[in-house]
């Protein structure tokens, strides 16, 4: 959304630090952390998705090769279309909290957990 508007206060020298310290905590601008906080948007922290971002990779790599695999036919899988399939939702989420790093609602956050408790039946794990 285009910011075309000035706004400003005036507030205590401690609480704005504690604004620049928790913005800077979340990742975020000063501007965009009050105005989700104003508008009631749920603040996610991100730390530790930059690791979890690189495992996702080698975990597609590794996807990558077994398909490979599988459709020269040395290997076979039941579900692997199912695993690939859910393992790109997974990682569209993730790329969400990346760009945006402000939840949209509980539910997407749900959808989320549904999608990893899918991928690990797709595979085969439990």
């Known amino acids: 959304m285009k910011k075309d508007k000035q706004f400003s206060i005036r507030i205590a020298a401690q609480d704005l630090e504690t604004i620049r310290q928790k913005a800077a905590q979340a990742h975020m601008s000063q501007s965009d952390y009050v105005t989700a906080c104003c508008l009631g948007k749920r603040i996610v922290i991100l730390d530790g ?3 979890v971002l690189r495992q996702q990779k080698a975990i597609g790599n590794n996807l990558n ?5 599988a459709n020269m036919g040395k290997v076979q899988f039941a579900n692997l279309d199912s695993a690939v399939q859910e393992f790109a939702k997974i990682n569209t989420a993730l790329r969400e909290l990346q760009e945006g790093g402000v939840a949209k609602s509980q539910s997407s ?3 989320r957990e ?10 085969g794990g439990q």
């Open 65 to 69: 090769q077994l398909t490979v695999l």
């Open 49 to 51: 998705l930059k690791e």
């Open 109 to 111: 956050i749900q959808n």
């Open 114 to 123: 549904n999608h990893r408790r899918n991928f690990r039946r797709c595979i």
